[in-house]
């Protein structure tokens, strides 16, 4: 099973920019279906973004779609998620999950459809 890590969360302005990395060990990403979920405080966990294993296709939700970009580098074993035009509402924390089966590749940005999640990493948008 893949280990997931996530990195680059942190304050940023409204408006402002950041990156997340997910560096994965234990086996590599180009077979797994990747995504970015986020989850606010007595929110559920909402899938933001992902990559599909295989075909490498990239799907968004509605919320961030034109102001986030997730890209996998297989070289590295990690993807990441570059956040621009931040909104208040973007304030959660952030975790990375993947799954190699085709559960995950039909139902990608759904929570249930992942085994293998990182520990998060804590995204606040505040002036």
């Known amino acids: 099973q893949v280990q997931l890590v996530e990195s680059g969360g942190g304050l940023v302005q409204p408006g402002g920019s950041l990156r997340l990395s997910c560096a994965a060990s234990?086996?590599?990403?180009?077979?797994?279906?990747t995504a970015w979920f986020r989850q606010a405080p007595g929110q559920e966990r909402e899938g933001v973004a992902c990559v599909i294993s295989g075909n490498g296709d990239t799907y968004y939700a509605d919320s961030v779609k034109g102001r986030f970009i997730m890209s996998r580098d297989n070289a590295r074993n990690t993807v990441y998620l570059e956040m621009n035009s931040l909104q208040i509402e973007d304030t959660a924390v952030y975790y990375c999950?993947?799954?190699?089966?085709?559960?995950?590749?039909?139902?990608?940005?759904?929570?249930?459809?992942?085994?293998?999640w990182g520990q998060g990493t804590q995204v606040t948008v505040s002036s």
């Open positions: 999950a993947a799954d190699a089966r085709v559960r995950a590749a039909m139902y990608p940005l759904e929570h249930w459809s992942y085994t293998s």
């Open positions: 234990g086996s590599t990403l180009d077979g797994y279906t």
